[in-house]
C-alpha cells in the first residue's frame, strides 16, 4: 500500500511539476526574477512600497519581470515598450482580473464593473457609465456642478482666514460633492464647506482603508490553501468595511427609492434616478440594487480620493518650486484676470497649466502599480513565455519615472510637456505608453475624461485664486515632506497642511 501511495504521490507530483515547469523544449523560458523563497515565493520581497521595490528589481532583472507570488505566476512589466505588448499588442488575453479578496469582500463578489469578468455584462456596465456619466456631452452638462463645487471650495479656503488648512480633506469634500451632485442629485457632505463635518472625514478615512486594504498583496489569494486562516487579517477588515460602505450606500439607496422621477429626454438628471427607473421598464437596461450598489461603490472610490491627492500632490510641487507657481499664476492672470475664478472653457487656452497637471500625473500617478490582469491563455511577450493564468502587473509609477524614457525623470519639470518639449505630444490617454496614470486598453479607467477635467479645474482654481505657504515649523518649501504611503493609490504619508492666501478681486470669490 506504502508503495502504490508513493508511485501515486511521485506521479502527480511529476504532473504538477511539469505543468508549472514546462521543459525548454516545450516553451520559451520564464522572463528572469529573483529566486523565490519556499511556499511564499517572491511576496517576502515586496516590502511596504511594491511599487517602489519592483522598480528597484527592474534595475536588476530588467523590465519583464517573472515573480512567484504564492503558487501564482506574476508578471510584472516596467518599461513603455513592454507595457505597449501587454496593453495593445496582447490586450484581448489581459482582459479579465484574477481572483481576489478585494472583489468578493468589498465590491459585492465581483458584480461591479472594475471586476467584473470580461465579457457581455462587464460591456453593458460600461457602456451605461459611458453614456450616463463619461461621454462628452454628459461631462459637458454636468460642468456646471463641478464648477459650483470648486467655487464653494474657494470660500472655505477663504473662510480659513489665512490659516492652515488641510487641503487633501478640503479637496475629498469637494470631488465626493461635485460627484455626489451627478451620481445621487445632492451633495453628500452638508454645504460642501468640509473643515469640521465628522461625515466627510469618516467617508475620506473610509476611501483611503479601501484603498490601503485593496492594495495589500493577500497571502491568501496567492496561496488558496491559506486563505480560511487569515493570516494578516484583511479578509477581517475587508469584510468590516464592506458593512460601512453597504450601510452608505443603502441609506442612499433608501432615500432615493419611491422619489424617483426620470424623464429620458431630460438633461442634468441624476444617475441614481436614472438607474432605479430603468428596474420599473418593461425594456432596456436593468440592474438589481446590488449591481446599482457595487456601480455607486467603483464610482465613490475611483472618483474621489484619486483627484483630489492628484491636486494635493500637484500643490505640494508648486509650493516647492515658487517659480513654476508664478508662472502658471502669470498665464490664468493673462487669460482669466483677476475678477473671477477659472471655468472648464479656459483651460484649452492655459497651455502651461496643462503641463503642470501633465506632469503631475506622470510623477505621481494617482494608482502606482496597475489594478492586476490576468492572462486567459499562454502567450510569448519579448522571447519569453507567460503562462496560462499569470498575474500581470503594470509599474505604472518605473514606467513615469524611467531614465531611459524621460529626462531627469526624478525632477518636477512641466516644460518638458509645452510645445517644443521632447514630450510636447505626449497625452496621458493610454496611446503613449511612457506616462499611462489610466491604464491602457480595454481596461482603461472608465472615468479617465472626468478624472482630467476635474484634476485640471482644481489644479486652475486654487493656483489662480491663492497664494501659498506653509505653516511655521513646517520647514522650507525645499523640504516640504514628500514621502509616499502606499495603496491602491498614491497617498502623500504626511497630509499636506497649508495657507492659503487669496490674491484675487473679491467679487471672484462670490458670496
Known sequence: MTILFSIFFGCLLYILLKKTFPSKGQFAPLPPGPKPWPIVGNLPHLGRKPHQTLAAMAGSYGPLMHLWMGSVHVVVAASAAVAEQFL????????????????????????????????????MLRKICNVHLFSAKALDDFR?????????????????DKKAVNLAQLLNVCTTNALGRVLLGK????????????????????VVELMELAGVFNIGDF??????????????KMKKLHSRFDAFLNTILEEHKGNVIYDNKANNVDFLSMLLSSQNEGEGTKLNDIEIKALLLNMFTAGTDTSSSTVEWGIAELIRNPKLLSQAQKELDGV???????????????????????ETFRLH???????????????????????????LLVNIWAISRDPNAWTDPLVFRPERFMPGGEKANVDLRGNDFETIPFGAGRRIC??????????????????????????????????????????????????????????????????
Open 187 to 206: 451633495r453628500v457632505f452638508g454645504d460642501g464647506g468640509g473643515g469640521s463635518d465628522p461625515k466627510a472625514d469618516e467617508f475620506k478615512s473610509m
Open 144 to 160: 456646471h456642478v463641478r464648477q459650483e463645487e470648486v467655487a464653494v471650495l474657494t470660500r472655505a479656503l477663504v473662510s480659513a
Open 336 to 358: 482669466v484676470g483677476p475678477d473671477r475664478l477659472p471655468t472648464e472653457s479656459d483651460l484649452l487656452q492655459l497651455p502651461f497649466l496643462t503641463a503642470i497637471v501633465k
Open 446 to 511: 472608465a472615468g479617465m475624461s472626468l478624472g482630467i477635467r476635474m484634476v485640471q479645474l482644481l489644479t486652475a482654481t486654487l493656483v489662480h485664486a491663492f497664494d501659498w505657504s506653509l505653516p511655521s515649523g513646517e520647514g522650507s518649501e525645499e523640504k516640504l515632506n514628500m514621502e509616499e504611503g502606499y495603496g491602491l493609490t498614491l497617498q502623500r504619508v504626511v497630509p499636506l497642511m497649508v495657507i492659503p492666501r487669496p490674491r484675487l478681486a473679491v467679487l471672484a470669490y462670490g458670496s
Open 223 to 236: 496561496i488558496p490553501s491559506l486563505q480560511m486562516f487569515d493570516l494578516q487579517g484583511v479578509a477581517g
Open 88 to 123: 495593445k499588442t496582447h490586450d484581448s488575453n489581459f482582459a479579465n482580473r484574477p481572483p481576489n479578496s478585494g472583489a468578493k469582500y468589498i465590491a459585492y463578489n465581483y458584480q461591479d464593473l472594475v471586476f467584473a469578468p470580461y465579457g457581455p455584462r462587464w460591456r
Open 365 to 391: 500617478p494617482s494608482t502606482p502599480l496597475s489594478l492586476p490582469r490576468m492572462a486567459s491563455e499562454d502567450c510569448e511577450i519579448n522571447g519569453y513565455h507567460i503562462p496560462k493564468g499569470s498575474t
